[in-house]
T-cell receptor, first 115, second 115 residues
Framework: DGGITQSPKYLFRKEGQNVTLSCEQNLNHDAMYWYRQDPGQGLRLIYYSQIVNDFQKGDIAEGYSVSREKKESFPLTVTSAQKNPTAFYLC??????????????FGPGTRLTVT | SQQGEEDPQALSIQEGENATMNCSYKTSINNLQWYRQNSGRGLVHLILIRSNEREKHSGRLRVTLDTSKKSSSLLITASRAADTASYFCATDGKAGGTSYGKLTFGQGTILTVHP
């Protein structure tokens, strides 16, 4: 059963703590992405990776960090430097990065609440 | 910067009616994609239309693209209650003559189909 998994579905953290969101895919896709979605808003790109051991900042990378040590995995760490971390986080993958773009496959999302 | 802008922000129709959503964007694109998101879930890819295409069909979906007006529309015919969701356009834009392949999402149209 191919797809993208994100865990956990809901995550609660205290302010000042770092937290890592998991994203795994078994689609054999080269490219992976992290987006943030706030209520009533579209998606904003945090980080993306076109290939293993390489990643680039998206539009709102401040306060976030990623790693891409394996093709299947692209974890996102929300650090204490992120001013407003409460949001819905979506991970996606596509066959390849670059242009023209391919369709992206999304995970079910992780809802992070920081109090 | 926000590339795609959807219109209307919300649309409420009866089952069986057609639903039309519009998307406008600012810069030249390689392709434009439409996605659907059920409440609290990840996005699902619906259709991709390339910049040299004017119209594309998939089942009850019809997408048009007018690059001269920098706009696209998504038509859902004979809508069903199960079509209730948010719909997003996403553009793969060219910046300064260089294609970078990242998707930029609009804020979405919330479609409600009443049974």
């Amino acid at each position: 059963d191919g797809g993208i998994t994100q865990s956990p579905k809901y995550l609660f953290r205290k302010e000042g703590q770092n937290v890592t969101l998991s994203c795994e895919q078994n689609l054999n896709h080269d490219a992976m992405y992290w987006y943030r979605q706030d209520p009533g808003q579209g998606l904003r790109l945090i980080y993306y990776s076109q290939i293993v051991n390489d990643f680039q900042k998206g539009d709102i990378a401040e306060g976030y960090s990623v790693s891409r040590e394996k093709k299947e995995s692209f974890p996102l760490t929300v650090t204490s430097a992120q001013k407003n971390p409460t949001a819905f986080y979506l991970c996606a993958s596509s066959l390849a990065g670059g242009s023209p773009s391919y369709e992206q496959y999304f995970g079910p999302g992780t809802r992070l609440t920081v109090t | 910067s926000q590339q795609g802008e959807e219109d209307p922000q919300a649309l409420s129709i009866q089952e069986g009616e057609n639903a039309t959503m519009n998307c406008s964007y600012k810069t030249s694109i390689n392709n434009l994609q439409w996605y659907r998101q059920n409440s609290g879930r990840g996005l699902v890819h619906l259709i991709l239309i390339r910049s040299n295409e004017r119209e594309k069909h998939s089942g009850r979906l019809r997408v048009t693209l007018d690059t001269s007006k920098k706009s696209s529309s998504l038509l859902i015919t004979a809508s069903r209650a199960a079509d209730t969701a948010s719909y997003f356009c996403a553009t793969d834009g060219k910046a300064g003559g260089t294609s970078y392949g990242k998707l930029t999402f609009g804020q979405g149209t919330i479609l409600t189909v009443h049974p």
